[in-house]
């Protein structure tokens, strides 16, 4: 079943090029955050994840959390919120029937307590890996509290329950993953490293075809063309470097064996120009 897709950038942070793949200039790029809008033909308007809004900055107010906007400076102005680009296209946040929510990082988050209604779609590990943290200890993961909606646990699907699937063949080396709607329309799949229980879309979108959302498996798309791994300083900050190293080369196979799909990285200013020429892709 295919679904449409549009994508939203919601600002963006900046880090030197050559934190996020080896052979990156010395040299401050912007890091986005993009953010996806779904029209599911049967489950309606979904949001995979919501990237930053205004509430970034006043959950980074004060110590320790300030520290985050310090180290990685972001920008992003009230209007490019998800929920102020939906309402620009006449859609309320009460018609957002679900998020899926990659990983737990701000600059994933920043919109969730936008959408009071919303179903929260995420991996349990991933949440049971931030659940309680404050303080430094949040901080370390790149997460902000203050960002998670009160009433989480009363809304949140832990896709990771379900039972496992075989893809088709057409999405190898990812050979299996999560059918979300049981429909073949939204696959999920593990992309653990990056972040405990992060994870990707598969989906076939009506106009454009076949789409990986792929979160920070990479952080950019030349960094998955020719499989560069980031500055090993960088790579001290992944929660499971071996995996991240796993999902890098596996998105690289992928992307030889099908140049035609459209992997698309959270924070790639190339996805982001890409989108904004209906899908003109470089292979």
Not at 36 to 40: C, D, P, S, T, Y
């Given at each position: 079943?295919?679904?449409?897709?549009?994508?939203m950038?919601?600002?963006?942070?900046?880090?030197l090029?050559?934190f996020?793949?080896?052979?990156?200039?010395?040299?401050?790029?912007?890091?986005?955050?993009i953010a996806?809008?779904?029209?599911?033909p049967?489950?309606?308007?979904?949001?995979?994840?919501t990237?930053?809004?205004?509430?970034?900055f006043?959950?980074t107010?004060?110590?320790?959390y300030?520290?985050?906007g310090?180290?990685?400076?972001?920008?992003?102005?009230?209007?490019?919120?998800?929920s102020e680009?939906?309402a620009?296209?006449?859609?309320?946040?009460t018609?957002?029937a679900?998020?899926?929510?990659?990983?737990?990082?701000a600059?994933?988050?920043?919109?969730?307590?936008?959408?009071?209604?919303?179903?929260?779609?995420?991996f349990?590990?991933?949440?049971?890996?931030?659940?309680?943290?404050?303080?430094?200890?949040?901080?370390?993961e790149?997460?902000?509290?203050?960002?998670?909606p009160?009433?989480?646990e009363e809304?949140?699907?832990f896709?990771?329950?379900?039972?496992?699937?075989?893809?088709?063949e057409?999405?190898?080396?990812?050979?299996e993953?999560?059918?979300?709607?049981?429909?073949?329309?939204?696959?999920?799949v593990d992309l653990?490293?990056?972040?405990?229980?992060?994870?990707g879309?598969?989906?076939?979108?009506?106009?454009?075809?076949?789409?990986?959302?792929?979160a920070?498996?990479?952080?950019?798309s030349?960094?998955?063309?020719?499989?560069?791994?980031p500055?090993?300083?960088?790579?001290l900050?992944m929660?499971?470097r071996?995996?991240?190293r796993?999902?890098?080369h596996?998105?690289?196979?992928?992307?030889?064996?099908?140049?035609?799909m459209?992997?698309?990285?959270?924070?790639?200013?190339?996805v982001?120009q890409?989108?904004?020429?209906?899908?003109?892709?470089?292979?």
């Open positions: 079943m295919d679904v449409k897709l549009t994508l950038d919601t600002g963006y942070c900046q880090q090029e050559m996020s793949r080896k052979g990156g200039r010395l040299k401050k790029i912007p890091f986005h955050a996806g809008l779904i029209e599911h049967v489950h309606g308007l979904l949001l995979f994840d990237g930053y809004s205004q509430r970034f006043e959950a107010s004060n110590l320790p300030s520290l985050y310090k180290i990685t400076p972001v920008f992003s102005e009230a209007h490019e919120s998800i680009q939906l620009a296209r006449g859609i309320k946040t018609d957002i679900g998020i899926l929510i990659s990983h737990f990082h600059d994933h988050i920043g919109g969730l307590r936008d959408f009071p209604h919303a179903r929260l779609y995420c349990e590990r991933a949440y049971n890996h931030v659940k309680g943290k404050t303080g430094w200890e949040a901080l370390r790149a997460y902000l509290p203050d960002l998670m009160d009433d989480f809304r949140v699907t896709i990771d329950r379900e039972r496992l699937v075989a893809l088709p057409a999405y190898a080396p990812y050979t993953g999560y059918d979300l709607f049981a429909d073949q329309s939204l696959y999920i653990n490293g990056h972040a405990i229980g992060q994870f879309v598969l989906l076939r979108d009506r106009d454009h075809g076949d789409v990986f959302l792929c920070d498996a990479a952080w950019s030349e960094a998955y063309r020719s499989n560069l791994l500055h090993p300083l960088a790579r900050i929660a499971d071996q995996a991240y796993e999902h890098l596996k998105l690289h196979v992928l992307f030889r064996q099908r140049p035609d459209k992997i698309m990285p959270t924070h790639c200013g190339e982001w890409a989108s904004r020429g209906a899908f003109t892709w470089r292979s």
